[in-house]
C-alpha cells in the first residue's frame, strides 16, 4: 500500500490543508517539502508548521541560485512574456518544485506526490506534466481537484482543526512570490472592473507616491546575461534582489490584467516584476542595437512561442529546449551596457551601447556626415516594388 506522498508545501492555506486531508482521506504520510525560491517567510517556521500540522517530516531546499540559472536567465534571454505582459515568475517556477518533489520522492521510494493546486488554475498543469514527464510510474493527488471546496470552506476546514493559516474572509488573497514576480488574486480582485486597493500589493510603491525625481541604473550583459549594475559585477541572484528593491521604490512592475488560462477561462491577475520589467526591457534593446533585422523580427516570433510552452506546462517539451538552443545562438552578440530611467511606475530605456552595435552614425544621420548613397534608393525600390507594379498594370482598372 502506498503510504508515503511528497507535498510540495508552501505554507500558505491550500498545502497546510491537504496535509490533514490526505492522512484523512488515503491514510498516507505526508513527507513536505518546502523549495526556497526567494519568498518571503522564515522557512524552519513553515517546515516547523508542517510538522504541527501533521507532516512525518519537512524538507527545505535552497533553490534559488537554481531557480535563476536554469530557469529565469533562459527567460530572459527570450525576452519570456504571456501575452505580451507577464513575466511568467510563478509558470517558471512551478517546473522546478517539481523536479524537486521527483527527486525527494525517488530519494524516499515514495510511490506518490501531491500539491495544492486547483482545478481550475493553470499550476496543476505545470506540476502533473512535469511530473508525467519525470517518472511517469509516481502518482499525482491533488487534494483540491477532489474536494471542490470553495475558498471560505476551506478557511472554515482549517479553523475547525486548527491549521494555522496567514489567510481570513476579510483578506482572501491568494498570493504566490518569487524572485522573478509576485501574483496576488481572489478577493475583490475577481471583479475586472474594480481597481486594485494598495493592499494587493507588498513589493511597489503606488506611482502617485513614489520619488518625484528620476533614477537612473546602468545594466550590463555579457552575452545576454545581465552581470553589473552600475558599474558593480553582481552575482545573478545580487543584481535580481536589488532591482525588484530600486524597481519597488519607484512604483516600477505592476502589471494588472485579464488572462487566458491554459484551462479556457478568462483570469484578473495583479502581479509585481520590479526586476523582470527593468531587465526585460534593457536585454530587448540592447538586442535592438546588435541583432540583423531578420534575427530579431524572427526571434520575436520564437519568443512568443517560447513564452507559451513555459505558460502552458510544457517546459519539458523538446520545443522548449530546441528554442532555447536557438535563443543561445543568438546571444553572442548581445553585451555592453543599457541606462534606464526610473519614474512614476516606468522604466524606460534611455541609453544603449556596444562594441558590437549595428547601429552607424554615418548612415542614421541627415546632417553633413551622411555617407548614405541616395541615390541607390530609386533602383532599389523600382526591384522592390516590381511584383506590384506588374500587377498594377494588370489590374489597374479594376476595383480597390
Known amino acids: 500500500m502506498e503510504d508515503l506522498v ?100 525517488r530519494k524516499r521510494g515514495a510511490k506518490a506526490v501531491a500539491h495544492g493546486c486547483t482545478g481550475k488554475g493553470n499550476d496543476q498543469v505545470r506540476f502533473d506534466l512535469t511530473v508525467m514527464a519525470l517518472d511517469p510510474q509516481l502518482r499525482i493527488i491533488a487534494p483540491l481537484r477532489e474536494w471542490s471546496m470553495s475558498r471560505e470552506e476551506e478557511i472554515e476546514y482549517a479553523t475547525l482543526h486548527g491549521i494555522p493559516v496567514p489567510v481570513s474572509t476579510e483578506s482572501p488573497y491568494s498570493v504566490d512570490e518569487n524572485l522573478w514576480g509576485r501574483s ?14 494598495e493592499d494587493a500589493y507588498a513589493w511597489t510603491v503606488s506611482p502617485a507616491a513614489s520619488p518625484e525625481a528620476p533614477h537612473y541604473l546602468e545594466i550590463g550583459f555579457e552575452s545576454g546575461r545581465p552581470v553589473s549594475l552600475d558599474g558593480k559585477r553582481l552575482a545573478l541572484l545580487e543584481l535580481v534582489e536589488e532591482l525588484n528593491r530600486r524597481g519597488g521604490e519607484h512604483g516600477v512592475g505592476r502589471i494588472d490584467m485579464i488572462e ?26 540592447l538586442e535592438d542595437l546588435v541583432l540583423t533585422r531578420e534575427a530579431l523580427h524572427f526571434k520575436r516570433v520564437m519568443e512568443q512561442k517560447f513564452a507559451e510552452l513555459i505558460y502552458n506546462g510544457l517546459w519539458f517539451d523538446p520545443l522548449r529546449e530546441a528554442i532555447q538552443a536557438s535563443m543561445e545562438v543568438l ?41 548614405f548613397s541616395h541615390q541607390s534608393s530609386e533602383g532599389f525600390i523600382e526591384l522592390w516594388g516590381l511584383p506590384l507594379k506588374v500587377w498594377g498594370s494588370r489590374h489597374r482598372n479594376s476595383s480597390v
Open 260 to 285: 487566458n488560462r491554459l484551462v479556457g477561462i478568462k483570469s484578473r491577475e495583479i502581479y509585481e516584476a520590479p526586476a523582470a520589467t527593468i531587465l526585460i526591457e534593457a536585454h530587448r534593446a
Open 331 to 371: 546571444q553572442g552578440p548581445v553585451t555592453g551596457m543599457v541606462r534606464i530611467k526610473l519614474l512614476k511606475g516606468m522604466a524606460s530605456v534611455v541609453g544603449r551601447r556596444s562594441e558590437f552595435s549595428l547601429y552607424d552614425y554615418g548612415l542614421a544621420t541627415y546632417d553633413r556626415a551622411d555617407v
Open 184 to 197: 496576488c488574486e481572489a478577493g475583490v480582485l475577481e471583479d475586472p472592473w474594480v481597481e486594485p486597493p
Open 6 to 105: 511528497v507535498l510540495a508545501y508552501s505554507g500558505g492555506l491550500d498545502t497546510s490543508v491537504s496535509i490533514r486531508w490526505i492522512k484523512e482521506k488515503y491514510g498516507m504520510e505526508v513527507v513536505a517539502l518546502i523549495v526556497n525560491l526567494g519568498q518571503p517567510g522564515d522557512l524552519e517556521e513553515i517546515r516547523s508548521k508542517a510538522l504541527r500540522i501533521g507532516a512525518v517530516d519537512a524538507v527545505a531546499v535552497d533553490a534559488r541560485e537554481e531557480f535563476l540559472e536554469k530557469m529565469v536567465l533562459p527567460a530572459l534571454k527570450a525576452n519570456a512574456l504571456y501575452e505580451g505582459r507577464y513575466p511568467l515568475a510563478t509558470s517558471l517556477a512551478r517546473p522546478l518544485i517539481a523536479t524537486l518533489m521527483v527527486e525527494e520522492a
